[in-house]
């Protein structure tokens, strides 16, 4: 299974994601190390980020207004953020706060030559804390 998202589709860095019904994943085109809330690297680019929760499979929304803490994440506002639980991921899916086990789960992505991508959505993976390090570079 694959969902073939033309070039216009694809959110420019810091703009608001793209999320596709039909693949339920989120489209996050990362700025640089944007997201990567751990510390471990990224150079930014493309991140199919499957919108199930890890925890117990709600249905992650972006939450643009959320603001993180002041304590760790001052003036980052913007995150995933599972309605059921509370679970919090960055834009990159990596869970900062909650009851998942894991961050989000992403999914095979890669970039034609015109521009477009393709996300495969039946190749996920497991969310882990170098979900940043899998962002796919791209110059739309
Ligand atoms: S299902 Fe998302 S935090 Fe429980």
Redesign the pocket.
């Known amino acids: 299974m694959s969902s073939r998202l033309p070039r216009p589709a694809c959110p420019s860095p810091r703009a608001p994601r793209n999320a596709s019904p039909d693949g339920k994943f989120w489209l996050v085109n990362l700025a640089g190390a944007e997201g990567d809330v751990l510390g471990i690297g990224g150079t930014g680019g493309l991140l199919a980020l499957y919108w199930k929760?890890p925890?117990?499979?709600?249905t992650?929304p972006w939450v643009p207004g959320f603001q993180g803490s002041q304590v760790n994440f001052p003036g980052v506002n913007g995150w995933f953020r599972?309605p059921?639980?509370?679970?919090t991921y960055s834009r990159a899916g990596v869970r900062v706060f909650?009851?998942?086990p894991r961050p989000m789960d992403t999914m095979l992505l890669s970039v034609n030559g015109d521009g477009s991508v393709n996300v495969n959505t039946g190749k996920i993976t497991g969310g882990a804390a170098d979900n940043p390090l899998r962002a796919v570079a791209y110059n739309g």
């Not at 925890?55 to 709600?58: F, P, S």
């Not at 059921?84 to 679970?87: A, T, V």
Request: overall charge neutral; some cysteine.
């Open positions: 929760c925890h117990l499979g709600c992650v599972c059921c639980h509370g679970s909650g009851p998942a």
